[in-house]
């Protein structure tokens, strides 16, 4: 994640070709035909064509600086051939494209895609006259998906605390991905051994010293803090054996354990209630915020990562705060619709509708 770029993209080639080495007898491409491949690439990149785009820059903990300003299938094509892997990478797809691509290859009515992993982005299908970048020709279908690169919006109106502002300057992006750092799984554990390091540093909240463990960034992680969260033993028993197994914080009295249980739930809730706002954004900005004459049309959000699948009480707060942003009537129409690795099978549709070999197979 901080070497060189020979060596990332490498460690990605050669895993491919292990992959392809335990394929079947029957999966192999005929002689004199390539193999074909999507390539998802969750990180910023302005693409210049289908199958190439340069990194603009690295988020979520990805620092190095000889692959900015590259071209990313460049970089993957010459490892590939370092490994003696012959492979033509025929689509370049964002995780959240590809999950929405994977989401309408399934079901026409998905209107848009939001990655709640590690990262967090969203894609949506707008009509190509609302977009004033666009100067080329307008699309046949006069639809255009964006990449809306959510991660990085800022505004003055984020609930922003000095845990948060700490956590940016200390980052390797500084300045840059606020919403990402606010509503993430990379993060949300983060932000709360900020809070604790505080309360044990200016409240005793431990005793008399501070745990030293505490003091280490990205210690406490976000399925560290869920389990806590999720903790339904009368005496917080998971929480008590989480600060002892990760912090070496052996004695926690039953108080102690729910205040850090309600930490947990403070940051949650502001994560999964910013995530919400952002998906209205998304559903009034395409005119789906109201019910037109006795018109049912179903809005589904294709929603992909291990965020939003395995911290079920993010998930249900996201949810129920749709339906209170929205109303009852309007998230009757809204389905939030889990796509498991949708992002990997869009890219394969990408890939196999854009394949060099299509004209000769419809001919």
């Given at each position: 994640?901080?070497g060189?770029?020979d060596a990332?993209?490498d460690?990605?080639?050669?895993?491919?070709?292990n992959f392809?080495?335990?394929?079947?007898?029957?999966l192999?491409?005929?002689?004199?035909?390539?193999?074909?491949?999507?390539?998802?690439?969750?990180f910023?990149v302005?693409?210049?064509?289908?199958s190439?785009?340069?990194?603009?820059?690295?988020?979520?903990g990805?620092?190095?600086?000889?692959?900015?300003?590259e071209?990313?299938?460049?970089?993957?094509?010459?490892?590939?051939e370092?490994?003696?892997?012959?492979?033509?990478v025929?689509?370049?797809?964002n995780?959240?494209?590809?999950?929405?691509?994977g989401g309408?290859?399934?079901?026409?009515?998905?209107?848009?895609a939001?990655?709640l992993g590690?990262?967090?982005?969203?894609?949506y299908?707008?009509?190509?006259?609302?977009?004033?970048?666009?100067?080329?020709?307008l699309?046949?279908?006069?639809?255009?998906v964006?990449?809306?690169?959510?991660?990085?919006f800022?505004?003055?109106?984020?609930?922003l605390?000095?845990?948060?502002?700490?956590?940016?300057v200390?980052s390797?992006n500084?300045?840059?991905?606020?919403f990402?750092?606010?509503i993430?799984?990379?993060?949300?554990?983060e932000?709360?051994?900020?809070v604790?390091?505080k309360?044990?540093?200016e409240?005793?909240?431990?005793g008399?010293?501070?745990?030293?463990?505490?003091?280490i960034?990205?210690?406490?992680r976000?399925?560290?803090?869920?389990?806590m969260?999720?903790?339904?033993?009368s005496?917080?028993?998971?929480?008590?054996s989480?600060?002892?197994?990760i912090?070496?914080?052996?004695h926690?009295?039953?108080?102690?354990r729910i205040?850090?249980?309600?930490?947990?739930?403070?940051?949650?809730?502001r994560g999964?209630r910013?995530?919400a706002?952002?998906?209205?954004?998304i559903i009034?900005?395409?005119?789906?915020?109201?019910?037109?004459?006795?018109?049912?049309?179903k809005?589904?959000?294709?929603?992909d990562?291990?965020l939003?699948?395995?911290y079920s009480k993010?998930?249900?707060c996201?949810?129920?705060?749709l339906?209170?942003?929205?109303g009852?009537?309007?998230?009757d129409n809204?389905?939030i619709k889990?796509s498991?690795?949708g992002s990997?099978?869009g890219?394969?549709?990408l890939?196999a509708s854009h394949?060099?070999?299509?004209?000769?197979?419809e001919s």
């Open positions: 994640m901080t060189s770029s990332l993209f460690y990605i080639a050669t895993a491919l070709a392809v080495a335990t394929e079947g007898e029957g192999h491409p005929s002689p004199g035909k390539q193999r074909e491949l999507g390539f998802t690439f969750s910023p302005r693409q210049t064509s289908i190439s785009g340069n990194l603009i820059k690295w988020t979520k990805f620092s190095i600086d000889d692959t900015v300003g071209d990313v299938v460049g970089e993957l094509t010459k490892a590939m370092r490994v003696g892997l012959d492979m033509r025929s689509a370049l797809v995780d959240t494209i590809g999950t929405l691509a309408r290859y399934y079901n026409p009515d998905v209107i848009a939001v990655i590690t990262g967090t982005n969203a894609a299908v707008e009509r190509a006259q609302a977009i004033p970048k666009w100067h080329g020709l699309p046949k279908s006069g639809e255009m964006i990449n809306m690169e959510w991660g990085n800022r505004s003055s109106h984020l609930p605390t000095e845990y948060d502002q700490d956590l940016d200390e390797l500084p300045g840059e991905q606020i990402e750092k606010i993430s799984g990379m993060y949300l554990g932000i709360v051994r900020r604790l390091l309360m044990a540093e409240a005793a909240f431990f008399d010293t501070v745990p030293p463990k505490l003091k960034p990205f210690i406490l976000t399925p560290h803090m869920s389990a969260h999720h903790d339904e033993s005496d917080l028993r998971v929480v008590g989480k600060l002892k197994d912090l070496e914080i052996s926690t009295s039953l108080k102690m205040a850090i249980v309600e930490l947990c739930d403070i940051v949650a809730t999964a910013l995530s706002a952002g998906i209205v954004g009034k900005k395409l005119g789906r915020d109201a019910v037109k004459d006795g018109e049912k049309q809005s589904v959000i294709a929603m990562g291990g939003y699948e395995h993010f998930s249900t996201m949810e129920s705060t339906k209170e942003l929205l009852e009537e309007v998230s809204i389905v889990l498991n690795d990997g099978i890219a394969a549709l890939a394949s060099q070999y299509l004209e000769v197979a």
